[in-house]
């Protein structure tokens, strides 16, 4: 999983750009309103998907009325009417990576026409439901501001509250858990007063393979500019990160 972390890193220092375009607030308004119509309940105790949501919206300094005004549209106060559908696309990226691409849209044929021109532009294509999911485990991933922290510290209160592996990347703890643990590990954290800086599912390669650094560059544009996009709120892939695309990365 090192290298899915490792990915998580890096666009963790690309997010200021991201944010001064308000896209990481509309991804997220769209994931509490999703979560409070699912969840049955706009209340986090009773809803553990928008707890998540919310946490995520704080870590982001999301304005406490741009929260509240998400609840209140998800349980149908002030709604337009506007219902969000999750689809998952499965693509293949230059020099064959997998990738999976998370969406949240309300309309579903504008969203695969956006995916399908990103992957055209990049040379790769989206593939039929089934082709490449097989590839990935989906896996909770819980990331933690490493500032201040003692790792051992960390790795102990994640392991006795169920997590599966705690990875120590730049600037960063990462832990990841099955699926069906993501809430109850994430909770046990923030209730040990850990601040959880990000928490969702994510899918994790079973095999990661290695490009060139000139091809594998060109695989982080594709899943940079999917995740340009407004309807994708994730965009996974079996790319290994080696040294040498991580220090032309940071050199561009």
Do not use: C
Not at 19 to 25: L, Q, S, T, V
Not at 169 to 191: F, K, M, P
């Amino acid at each position: 999983m090192s290298g899915h972390s490792k990915w998580s890193t890096i666009k963790r220092k690309k997010g200021a750009e991201d944010a001064k375009r308000g896209k990481i607030f509309t991804r997220i308004t769209r994931e509490i309103v999703t979560a409070v119509r699912e969840g049955g309940s706009p209340e986090i105790d009773s809803n553990p998907r928008l707890r998540m949501a919310i946490d995520k919206a704080k870590a982001a300094n999301m304005p406490k009325d741009n929260i509240q005004r998400a609840i209140n549209k998800g349980a149908g106060i002030g709604d337009d009417g506007v219902v969000f559908e999750e689809i998952t696309y499965e693509g293949y990226g230059p020099g064959g990576v997998a990738i999976i691409v998370d969406a949240l849209t309300d309309n579903r044929n504008r969203t695969l026409a956006e995916v399908k021109h990103a992957f055209s532009k990049a040379g790769g294509s989206v593939a039929k439901d089934g082709a490449v999911l097989w590839q990935f485990n989906q896996k909770g991933y819980i990331e933690l501001s490493s500032e201040g922290l003692d790792f051992d510290e960390v790795f102990m209160a994640a392991a006795e509250a169920g997590a599966e592996d705690v990875i120590a990347e730049d600037g960063i703890i990462v832990i990841y858990t099955e699926r069906a643990d993501l809430h109850t590990v994430a909770n046990a954290l923030s209730e040990a007063s850990y601040e959880v800086a990000d928490s969702k599912l994510t899918w994790v390669p079973q095999n990661e393979i290695d490009l060139e650094t000139q091809q594998a560059l060109q695989v982080i544009r594709l899943i940079e500019r999917l995740e340009e996009l407004d309807d994708v709120q994730g965009v996974s892939s079996n790319l290994n990160l080696s040294e040498e695309t991580i220090a032309a990365l940071q050199e561009a």
